[in-house]
């Protein structure tokens, strides 16, 4: 008989990917809260929680390489965040972004945190077909954050991202996940096949039930829930 997936994790209720997004929409609806504060809160979370990493490993951030693998959705915005701050904390920061979709741009979410992240000295690379400069600053890396895929991903991760997720579980490095290891699923916590295996996971908001799936601890790591400040009463009524 399978383990169930606990009902709260740390004090949280443990939701769905479908009711996470309910619950962000309501936020940025009936509460007024913006979907880019949503985002700055996470990302800034993120990049205390990789410093926290780093010095429980007697690391210091300050002039250490960390590379950031985006995504181009909102995941991909949460790590362009997180490398933002991070870089104001001293690291020496590096993203490789994966390109918009052909003849289409950016959302919101990442163009308007591209722009920051290259103005606060973010050393950003849009993925190409060659891959060796990649490969160089992750095996270079204290610590890789992985900011490809959200919780709202499904299927088997494909082309560029098929290939980065093979060459951050190569490099040998550290590996932190935004919201959930690229390549698990966010409801089930089962694979394709081409997943990331995190030393911890910073979960956004509230824990996914896929996180505590007894078959995903392993890909998942040490859970962390960052939390985005969502009001108590929306919480309690949404996850009733």
């Known amino acids: 008989m399978k383990a169930p997936i606990p009902d709260e994790y740390?004090?949280?209720?443990?939701?769905?990917p479908?009711?996470?997004?309910e619950i962000d929409k309501k936020a940025i609806d009936e509460y007024g809260i913006?979907?880019?504060?949503l985002m700055e809160i996470a990302g800034r979370g993120v990049a205390e929680g990789v410093v926290e990493f780093l010095a429980e490993r007697g690391e210091k951030i300050e002039g250490?390489?960390?590379?950031?693998?985006c995504g181009r959705g909102k995941n991909g915005g949460d790590g362009l965040i997180a490398a933002r701050h991070l870089?104001?904390?001293?690291a020496e920061v590096i993203v490789f972004i994966m390109p918009p979709k052909r003849q289409t741009k950016y959302g919101k979410e990442v163009d308007d945190n591209l722009i920051k992240a290259n103005a606060s000295g973010v050393s950003v690379h849009e993925v190409s077909e060659e891959l060796i400069e990649l490969d160089v600053r992750l095996r270079s890396s204290v610590v890789i954050i992985d900011a490809l895929l959200g919780t709202g991903a499904s299927g088997k991760p494909a082309g560029f991202v098929h290939r980065m997720i093979q060459r951050m579980m190569k490099a040998g490095k550290p590996v932190i996940a935004v919201d959930i290891p690229s390549g698990i699923n966010g409801e089930t916590g089962h694979h394709s096949g081409v997943f990331i295996t995190a030393d911890r996971t910073f979960v956004?908001?509230?824990p996914k039930r896929g996180l505590l799936a007894p078959h995903a601890l392993k890909n998942v790591g040490d859970l962390?829930?960052?939390?985005?400040?969502?009001?108590?009463?929306?919480?309690n009524r949404m996850c009733a």
Do not use: Q, W
């Not at 740390?10 to 769905?16: A, E, I, K, M, S």
């Not at 479908?18 to 997004?21: E, H, N, S, T």
């Not at 962390?224 to 919480?235: A, S, W, Y």
């Open 10 to 16: 740390d004090g949280y209720p443990v939701v769905t």
């Open 18 to 21: 479908r009711l996470m997004a």
């Open 34 to 37: 913006s979907a880019l504060d």
């Open 64 to 69: 250490s390489l960390v590379t950031v693998c």
């Open 87 to 90: 870089k104001t904390k001293g």
């Open 204 to 206: 956004l908001g509230l």
């Open 224 to 235: 962390r829930v960052v939390e985005l400040g969502f009001p108590k009463d929306l919480i």
